[in-house]
Structure formats: structure tokens, C-alpha cells
């Protein structure tokens, strides 16, 4: 077997002309000392048809350089006869140490088309490994990728914000962010025509919220205006441009006094409508984990108020989706802690809202929120009697919740204790 592979490796280089070996090919002749001989390829066709790659002998390579030696053996071996030429938008797939450069040279190429495909393919490098992400940083891909959001093409648009989701996540693209002043050209995504531009516009703006710097890219997007734009776009008709511009403002309360910049956008107002009238699930969580948050502060929870929030969470305590009752009743335990949003829980009838839910919840995240509001309103007077007959229930409840539910168990025993109170007892 060993001397077979040595003749037919002997055989693929002659005909290759990388064999040094004296021709035996009588009409073979060598290259001529005045100069005269051919500096290009001899052609031998036994087809005439176009695309042939014949083989040639050791005289005939002796008149070829070796670049076009190399070129015949990349023809031999990759083409076959008859091969169509490549098409004008072909994008092969790139490897080795040029990958960055070939894919966001095409990112910017005259044909939307290899445009496509190389965010496509970038994409697919970043899916792969994250260190592409960091990687071709060096080779200019973000400066690439900002110029990309103002492509004519809208597909395009929305890839190039998607590869800068999976640069933007990582600190050293937080550091080129800043360096490159990018994040005025993230904001102005949300003002394109295109509804799925926005979305991916508003997860870029999420994903620029990191730890490892303290929300400084959060904090530098609020900066330029992000708080507006995030409850204007929270109005869109298109449920996911509602959803990204509630999770890209939840992303806002992680900053020192940022709550006070959307307290004056009024953002509750859109919140409230949008958690009165829309069925996207994912909308609905977004927005009522929102609610949560601004109910934290005390000018949250009189804002609620005006706006009458709660009437349109407690609704979706009965929501046939569990992450969406699981959220809004985690609204409701924010809401229903001032006086006057007791008042207000309890006109809008979340007593009874309250019972059913525990004849037929079997969520625990979700009985362990309502029963922090059964403590909450059972501060009322009113609310006590009406949830005297509800203390077998949470027994119960309690008896159910095992030992590593013991914040459960607490939360259980509390609320039958402020049901049972009465004037001049110590609970």
C-alpha cells in the first residue's frame, strides 16, 4: 500500500508540473535559450470544452512561475469540467487568520445581498465562540457595524444590531463604545421606519447594561435621552417593540436617581394602558415587573394612584400564563403597600380576586406573592372581614409549603395573624 501511494503521488505531481523529472514525452520541448519559449501555460484540451484543467509535463512547467503552478493545483483539484462561473453575490465562508477582515469587507460591499451574508456569517462566528466577539474588535467591526445602522437596507439594519448585542455584552466592547462615542448612534435606531429594526435598536440598548462598570453605558444612554424614547416607544403598536422598550426601561432602575427621570416622562401612564389592553404575555411581564419597581419608591406609589394601576393588574392574577400571574402579583404586593393603594386594591374588588385564586393556584411563586398581599390589605379594616373566611385556605397553604419554603410558611403565618388581629393585640 506504501508503494502504491508513492507512484500515485508521483503521478499527481507530473501532472501538476511540480515533478522535476525529465520529461519522456517526445513532443515535450525545452525552453528555448533566445527567449522564445511561451511564458504561459500550454493548452491541452482533449474536450474543448471550457474549464478542462489537462496535465501538463515537466517541460511545460518549467515555462510556469510558481504562483501559477499553485493556481493549476487549487483548479485541479477543486474544479471539475464544466464548471458555471461563481455568482456575483457568492460569500464563501472565510477561515484562518482573515475572517474578521473578508466578512466586514463585505459588510460594507455595494450588494446588499453579500451584505446580508457576511452579518449572517458573523453572526454564526459569535454563536460559535464569544471570543469572535472580542476579536474582531481589533479588525474595526464596531465602527463597521455603526455605519451599518444607517444602511439603506433593512435586513442589513437589523443584523448589524444584532452583532453589536453580542459585541456590546462583553467590557472590552463597552470600552470601544466610549472610545468611539457610539451610543448616540445606538439611540437613533429607535427612530427608524422599520418596527423590527427598533426591536433589535431597544435589545441593543438592553444589552449595553452591565455590571462590571456599574451600568456606565446605561447611565450614558439615559444621558442622551434614552428615558423618552423607551415610554414613547412603549405606546408602538407592535408588541415587540412594547416589550424591549419596557425591559430596556426596567433596565434604567439600576442607576443612582434614574427613577426620578422616568417618574417625570410619566411612564406609568402608558405602562397602565398597555397592561389594560394588550394579550402579548411577554408584554404584560415586562410591564408589570416595571410597575414593581417604580411602586418601590414613594413617588412611584402615588403615581400608581393617579393613574389607577392597580385596576388593571389585578386582572392578570387570573391570566392563563404563569409568568404573567407570577408578575402581577408581584405588582400587586408592591402596589397595595401605601394606604391609599389598599384603598384603591380594595374597591377594585382584589378580595375576591384573592380567593379565587387561591381555590386554584398551584404556583407557589404565585401564592407566595398573594399571600404577601392578603398581608398587606389585611391591614384594612374593611379587607379583614373580608378575608376572615379565607384562614382555613392559608393553614392550608402553610401546612403545604415544605421546609425549603420556609419564607412561604412565614409569609402564611403573618397574614392569618393580621387577619385574627384585633384592637389591642401584638402581632
Known amino acids: 500500500q506504501f508503494l502504491y501511494f508513492i507512484g500515485m503521488w508521483k503521478v499527481l505531481r507530473r501532472q501538476q508540473g511540480l515533478d522535476d523529472a525529465p520529461s519522456t514525452d517526445p513532443t515535450d520541448a525545452a525552453p528555448s535559450s533566445s527567449g522564445g519559449g511561451s511564458s504561459g501555460p500550454v493548452p491541452i484540451s482533449r474536450d474543448g470544452g471550457p474549464g478542462y484543467v489537462a496535465p501538463i509535463t515537466g517541460a511545460q512547467a518549467a515555462r510556469l512561475t510558481r504562483f501559477q503552478i499553485n493556481q493549476r493545483t487549487l483548479a485541479l483539484h477543486n474544479s471539475q469540467p464544466q464548471v458555471a462561473p461563481a455568482p456575483d453575490d457568492a ?32 453572526l454564526e462566528l459569535f454563536a460559535q465562540k464569544a471570543d469572535h466577539a472580542v476579536n474582531s474588535l481589533h479588525g474595526g467591526s464596531m465602527a463597521t457595524m455603526v455605519a451599518s445602522l444607517k444602511d439603506e437596507d433593512e435586513d442589513v439594519r437589523g443584523l448589524a444590531c444584532m452583532a453589536l448585542q453580542a459585541v456590546i455584552k462583553t467590557p472590552r466592547g463597552q470600552e470601544v463604545a466610549f472610545a468611539g462615542q457610539h451610543f448616540e448612534a445606538f439611540l437613533s435606531v429607535l427612530d427608524d421606519d422599520s418596527p423590527a429594526v427598533v426591536a433589535e435598536g431597544l435589545r441593543l440598548c438592553h444589552a449595553c447594561h452591565m455590571a462590571v462598570n456599574d451600568g456606565a453605558a446605561t447611565e450614558r444612554l439615559i444621558a442622551l435621552g434614552a428615558v423618552p424614547k423607551y415610554v414613547d416607544k412603549i405606546s408602538s403598536p407592535d408588541d415587540d417593540v412594547c416589550a424591549m422598550a419596557l425591559a430596556a426601561l426596567g433596565r434604567v432602575f439600576d442607576v443612582k436617581e434614574a427613577f426620578i427621570v422616568v417618574n417625570d416622562n410619566r411612564a406609568l401612564r402608558p405602562i397602565t394602558k398597555v397592561l389594560a389592553t394588550r394579550e402579548d404575555p411577554t408584554a404584560l411581564v415586562e410591564a408589570a415587573e416595571v410597575v414593581s419597581k417604580v411602586a418601590f419608591f414613594l413617588a412611584g406609589k402615588r403615581a400608581a394612584v393617579h393613574e389607577r394601576t392597580v385596576e388593571s393588574v389585578i386582572p392578570l392574577a387570573a391570566h392563563p400564563d404563569p409568568v404573567v400571574r407570577t408578575a402581577a402579583t408581584g405588582a400587586l404586593v408592591a402596589l397595595t403597600i401605601s394606604e391609599d393603594g389598599k384603598l384603591q386594591a380594595i374597591s377594585a374588588d382584589v378580595v375576591p380576586k384573592l380567593k379565587e385564586l387561591f381555590a386554584s393556584e398551584g404556583e407557589r411563586d404565585v401564592l407566595a406573592n398573594a399571600v404577601k398581599t392578603v398581608c398587606n390589605v389585611s391591614e384594612h379594616p374593611i379587607a379583614r372581614q373580608q378575608l376572615a373566611d379565607l384562614v382555613p385556605q392559608l393553614k392550608e397553604i402553610g401546612e403545604m409549603a415544605e421546609e425549603s419554603h420556609g419564607s412561604l410558611q412565614t409569609s402564611v403565618q403573618r397574614a392569618i395573624a393580621m387577619i385574627q388581629w384585633t384592637p389591642g393585640d401584638v402581632y
Do not use: F, Q
Open 91 to 122: 460569500l464563501t465562508t472565510p477561515h484562518g487568520n482573515w475572517v474578521y477582515d473578508k466578512l466586514l469587507r463585505h459588510a460594507s460591499h455595494e450588494n446588499p445581498v453579500l451584505r446580508r451574508k457576511a452579518y449572517s456569517m458573523l
